[in-house]
């Protein structure tokens, strides 16, 4: 995968104290199993194997069929404008933090995969959170994998294939909400599995990884503080935490990042009980979704709301830092404002709302004012004109 222009473009790497690792992690070879990259606090290393942003081709495949646009073509556009970045963790470094590490549960957008979201996910383990990042196999992944049992082979041979599922598509007058809101529910139980993964690997029980890594996952045992869990996502991955702290009360708080609404169930939103931070885009956002935000105010729980000027939604993955201005406008991968500002303010938001609501002895609470919308750069709320009527 070679890369003609990435000069000065790439994810910015993390800036809390501790260096970050990552490994993938899947238990259960089926479509029923878990399926998520694990980013942790992890040993220094002289010179760290870096992971391939994109992990193959077939992702590429994928992110052509969901943009409807020819693969082979695609492919070289891909490889072209993003074949050789890379993301700023070390691949399967040996875990290591002084304390035990809270846990975030992240869920990724529509169309997006486990490793778009990489500069969020390592700066939260940069800060000592263990990250799971989710691959979901609802079909709203660009592409996922799973494997199948091969019938005929030799004993010694390896008995699994790996089948790659893609994005699906809306069918021709098919009705959009029966199959956003099914997916939305099998998004909210994958998190909840691979919170449940985790549990099973912090009391020390042996999980069998069906990708061979290099990571020894018996050194997180008795690593995480599972009183301390949220969850954490972007888009179709924001309307996920929801529906996750709704069906699992061990998420003590959400952060939906420009969350879009339309999948979940109206029944729901008295229903859930943690507080939850909204962090939206400027250009995303339209009243009707806003609205149903509103539909989660309470006078009790604290639900806050911000709205970064000059961001789009595409500002929240990894994409916003991997194209220079002319393409990154021109394909909405970048709004006004300079991509490091803008999650710079978006993760230390996020940092102190779980401080907040984790109870977490640390430094974050510096970033308070951010969740009010204190900075230059933020708005407090929204800048959608929400009639009352419709809330």
Known sequence: MGNACSSNLGIPPAKGPNAVGCTDFMMDHTTQ?????????CQETEKPEQPDWVPCVEYFNGLADFMKINRTLSERIFNYLFGSFKIPASVDAPFKSNAKCPVVIFSHGLGAFRTLYSAICAELASQGFIVASVEHRDQSASATYYFREKTDCAPDQDHLVREWMYYRSLQHGEREFPLRNKQVKQRADECILALDRLTEINSGLTVQNVLQTQFDWTTLENSMDLCRIAAVGHSFGGATVIEALCKEVKFKCGIALDSWMFPLDDELFPRVKQPIFFINSEKFQW???????????????????????????????????LTGNWIGKLMKLKGEIDPEVAMDLCNKATLA?????????????????????????LIQGTNVTVLQSSI
């Not at 199993?33 to 606090?41: C, E, T, W």
């Not at 989660?296 to 961001?311: C, E, F, N, P």
């Not at 984790?358 to 430094?363: A, C, D, E, P, S």
């Open 33 to 41: 199993g878990s399926f998520f990259r694990l980013y942790y606090p």
């Open 287 to 321: 009243a009707g979704n806003i609205s149903r935000m509103k539909k989660l105010d309470s006078a009790v729980i604290q639900r806050k709301m911000i709205t970064i000027r000059g961001t789009v939604h595409q500002s929240f993955p990894d994409f916003t830092f």
């Open 353 to 377: 709302f779980l401080q907040r609501h984790l109870g977490l002895q640390k430094n974050f609470n510096q970033w308070d004012p951010l969740i009010d919308g204190q900075d230059d750069n």
